[in-house]
């Protein structure tokens, strides 16, 4: 240890270039601090290997001298970045090279450590011997620790000095390759050379692999050349000053995330924090998006960094001006129902207040219809008007992935800018939509169903999670998914059906024996037309609803002249909005019965089992239509009807029931048309299952044949996905297959209803399969009847007595059966075994009571089934034994007592 001079000059290392010289830099004064080069003198250095000189011919790369690297870093340790006092001790002629000697002062005291000798201690260095005065006592000293060190085998006069000699490779053959095998490692590194303040050259370690590194997802003011000249652009000098004080030959890791040609683009991993991250704030450099795509980590940090230097309008950001918003802050976030897809980067979103808004997903294009070469895009296809949705490249991908994700699905709409209206398009509401915590555009661009708009980089207008959409589609085009892939995409050859009779012909047998269809509701017209798709026919078709007239919504002008503006009747736009809700691209069951003169086809409509003609009408929207008292849901409609009107709702507001002008005249005397059936099921409620036997053989020859077929050809286990209301096949405890409906899911299990026979299972999802289409359109065979003229008593247990008896009586048995009344648009009953009513002898027996009817042609049968009720009473059978529980309500409702 010395005391230093007091002439001493002050400065900090910037850089170590070999293990006798290093670069250091002065008090800055009003600019760029002052440099120089400076010498260790009365030592030589091993020589570090040199790159070749691409722009000299004939220049070869070198290799290091023994030790040469460790003799570098050795300074490079101990001297970078720190303050030390240094002497001039002699300058070179001609070259202006300056010799001398640097000091490191010791923390805490005045001495100072002589770096000349403590290279040379530790056999680093030579000592040169020419030219040395031996009256001088520092360089007699010099010799003195060179020869200590020899005797000490230290350094390069180790036996194995020859070794210490680094294998670099100054240029990478495969940087793909490379990039690939090193992907989210953390590489150490050493910084050797910025070039700009964010482009630097570093060796990678322990490998020294050389390699020029690009920030990720920044860009400093650069160099540009114009002509012969090379001119900085602003702020050149301070970014490229800011990352060298802080990095050069700094002790980094590097974390590579792309390749460009030969540079590499990557993090570099400080403790001391992100240098991009300072560089924006500071308002040295900009965040750039085709960088910013491969980043790893820290979009947000980035943006956030950028930010702050543009509020502040810092240095580069002297002159920005922030894009104008237009949009409220307490409106730029809510929660809605998603009720349509408009095309892959658009949908209607019900807000909170009730309206629907049309959202476009942020800063995201959909798949366009790209031209080949010498040929025009034109909106025409096969000579008829183009349909986007099928005939652009994955546009019905796109549409259908955000259809079966979001329709009637809530989502969180974060509104990130509205687009002004401009060159035709009209203005739009641009948005980022979340679903289950997804963000949809994102989704959409990693698979390469759409891709990410690049704005202008002072654009402030683009998705909050722009960084995130570039990833996305970085990943997309490195596994060429959809738009990205090489390959034909896929053709979707559909037959559009509207409007032409003749192919609508062509395909009504199909529909028609194929039962219930699986359809998708494109368009909605009016409450009781829609246009659907059809995915196993690949066709489209209008649908209009069966059974129903439903009032005509508004018409509006369609531009082109052909549709006038047309009051809607009253209620037409209610059901219209009605149907949308319900069923607008729903996955739907259609059953097709006819078609009319205009090629529509006509039929009923399921979503999530439930009839819409019945739905309609239940809502008061539509009145039941004279066509449809042949239909096997004339009852459902007339029961909706009834309620409704009962109810006055909407279009039955007021509605009156019409006064008798004429006396009606009851029926005086009961029919009787008897009907052999079998009883399949009983429920506790008096009400049963039956099938009627004249339709018993082609039942029996339809389980026989869907057996066969499905015990032949068994399905695979977990094909088919049951759903609730899918009529499908089920397989019994008996191990046969029976038509059943789905009725409920719970988990792995399914409850159904066997259509055919009236008895309610819960089977597991192996025991359920796909019902052939030739299977549907047989109508169910289990009808649901109750029992006429009898009750059950109020107390549970003799109720209990009363039902049991009547299920063991008539479980599987064949019987006469008369149709007596309807309640509520069930059918009440009388069953005949012989000449036996089992009603009444039920009641003579003081099972279960009579009940109270008081129409005039049933007033003969009703004095049967008192006199029945009388006789069991007076012998005090069964529910009679303790005497006459009725009296009170006897009395209280004017019946008389015996």
């Not at 050259?201 to 390699?211: A, D, S, W």
């Not at 059978?877 to 004017?894: I, K, P, Q, S, V």
Request: aromatic share 8%; proline share 5%.
């Amino acid at each position: 240890m010395e005391k230093p001079a007091p002439n001493m000059i002050r400065g900090i290392v910037k850089q170590v270039l070999s293990g006798d010289s290093v670069i250091v830099r002065g008090q800055p004064r009003g600019g760029p601090p002052p440099e120089r080069q400076l010498c260790l003198s009365n030592i030589n250095a091993p020589k570090l290997a040199r790159k070749a000189n691409p722009n000299v011919e004939g220049s070869q790369s070198t290799r290091d001298e023994p030790f040469a690297w460790e003799a570098r870093e050795y300074l490079r340790t101990k001297l970078i970045g720190k303050e030390v006092l240094f002497s001039i001790e002699y300058q070179v002629p001609g070259t202006g090279r300056e010799y001398g000697c640097i000091y490191l002062p010791k923390p805490g005291s005045e001495e100072c450590e002589n770096i000349t000798e403590s290279i040379v201690a530790e056999g680093l260095v030579e000592v040169r011997r020419g030219g040395i005065r031996p009256s001088s006592d520092g360089q007699t000293k010099l010799i003195d620790l060179e020869e200590l060190a020899k005797t000490q085998n230290k350094g390069k006069w180790a036996p194995d000095a020859n070794e210490h000699v680094r294998d670099i490779t100054w240029t990478i053959d495969d940087p793909r390759q490379f990039l690939d095998d090193h992907m989210g490692k953390e590489i150490p590194a050493i910084i050797e050379h910025v070039r700009d303040g964010c482009t630097v050259r570093v060796f990678l370690l322990p490998t020294f692999h050389h390699l020029t590194l690009m920030l990720s997802g920044v860009k400093c003011p650069m160099l540009r050349r114009e002509g012969d000249k090379e001119v900085s652009e602003p702020y050149y000098d301070e970014a490229k000053f800011f990352t060298e004080s802080r990095l050069l030959q700094r002790e980094i890791k590097v974390l590579l995330e792309s390749v460009s040609n030969q540079n590499f683009i990557g993090t570099i991993i400080h403790p001391a924090g992100n240098i991009s991250e300072l560089l924006l704030r500071e308002g040295f450099a900009r965040c750039v998006d085709w960088s910013m795509a491969v980043l790893t980590k820290g979009h947000d940090k980035l943006r956030a960094a950028e930010k702050f230097a543009k509020e502040k309008r810092l240095r580069i950001w002297k002159d920005y001006s922030p894009s104008k918003t237009n949009i409220d802050i307490k409106d730029r976030e809510f929660t809605g129902k998603v009720v349509e897809i408009v095309n892959a980067d658009a949908m209607v979103v019900r807000h909170p207040n009730g309206k629907d808004m049309k959202i476009h997903l942020s800063s995201l294009r959909p798949p366009r219809l790209q031209a080949k070469e010498d040929e025009e895009i034109i909106p025409v296809k096969d000579g008829k008007r183009m349909r986007p949705l099928y005939d652009i490249p994955y546009m019905f991908e796109a549409r259908e992935f955000m259809r079966k994700k979001l329709v009637g699905n809530k989502v969180q709409v974060n509104i990130d800018y509205i687009k002004q209206a401009s060159d035709g398009f009209p203005e739009r509401t641009c948005a980022t939509v979340m679903s289950g915590g997804i963000n949809m555009a994102e989704a959409l661009v990693s698979k390469g169903f759409a891709t990410v708009l690049r704005h202008r980089q002072d654009d402030d207008q683009r998705s909050s999670h722009y960084d995130e959409l570039l990833a996305a589609e970085t990943r997309a085009i490195k596994n060429s998914k959809g738009l990205h892939n090489k390959k034909e995409p896929p053709i979707h050859r559909v037959a559009d059906l509207s409007g032409d009779s003749a192919k609508s012909r062509q395909f009504l047998p199909f529909l028609q024996r194929a039962g219930r269809s699986r359809a998708i509701v494109e368009f909605v017209a009016s409450g009781s037309r829609l246009r659907i798709y059809l995915p196993k026919e690949t066709c489209l078709a209008t649908f209009l609803l069966a059974g129903i007239s439903c009032p005509r919504a508004a018409r509006i002008n369609t531009g082109q002249g052909v549709i006038n503006n047309m009051e809607g009747e009253p209620f037409g736009n209610e059901a219209l909005q009605f149907t949308k809700d319900l069923v607008l691209q729903q996955e739907v069951e259609v059953e097709v019965e006819s078609m009319d003169k205009a090629g529509n086809f006509i039929g009923w409509m399921f979503v999530d089992g439930k009839n819409l003609s019945v739905a309609l009408v239940e809502a008061g929207l539509s009145s039941i239509h004279f066509t449809a008292e042949k239909s096997n849901f004339y009852h459902a409609l007339q029961y909706a009807e009834e309620n409704a009107k009962q109810q006055k709702l909407k279009m039955w507001a007021n509605y009156e029931e019409p006064k008798a002008v004429v006396a009606v005249v009851e029926e005086s005397e009961r029919k009787c048309n008897y009907k052999k059936v079998v009883i399949t099921e009983v429920k506790e409620n008096l009400a049963f299952y039956a099938q009627h036997a004249e339709t018993g053989p082609q039942l029996e020859q339809l389980m026989t044949d869907l057996h066969t077929e499905l015990s032949s050809n068994p399905p695979l286990p977990g094909s088919y996905t049951p759903r609730k209301g899918d009529l499908c096949a089920a397989q019994f405890v008996d191990g046969s297959w029976y038509r059943a409906k789905i009725e409920a899911i719970k988990g792995k299990q399914v409850s159904v209803f066997y259509v055919d026979y009236g008895n309610r299972e819960v089977v597991p999802f192996g025991k359920l399969c796909l019902l052939p289409p030739r299977f549907h359109s047989f109508q169910p065979q289990a009808k649901e009847y109750f029992m006429a003229f009898i009750q059950l008593p109020k107390d549970p247990d003799q109720a209990t007595d009363g039902s049991d008896e009547f299920q063991k009586r008539v479980i599987n048995q064949q019987f006469l059966l008369n149709v007596e009344y309807k309640n509520q648009g069930m059918e009440h009953v009388t069953l005949m075994l012989d000449t036996v009513d089992v009603g009444k002898a039920l009641v003579q027996e003081g099972l279960v009571l009579c009940e109270k009817r008081r129409e005039k042609r049933l007033l003969k049968i009703m004095e049967e089934y008192q006199k029945s009720q009388d006789a069991a009473r007076k012998a005090r059978l069964n529910l009679w034994r303790y005497g006459d529980f009725t009296e009170d309500d006897a009395r209280e409702f004017g019946y008389p007592t015996n």
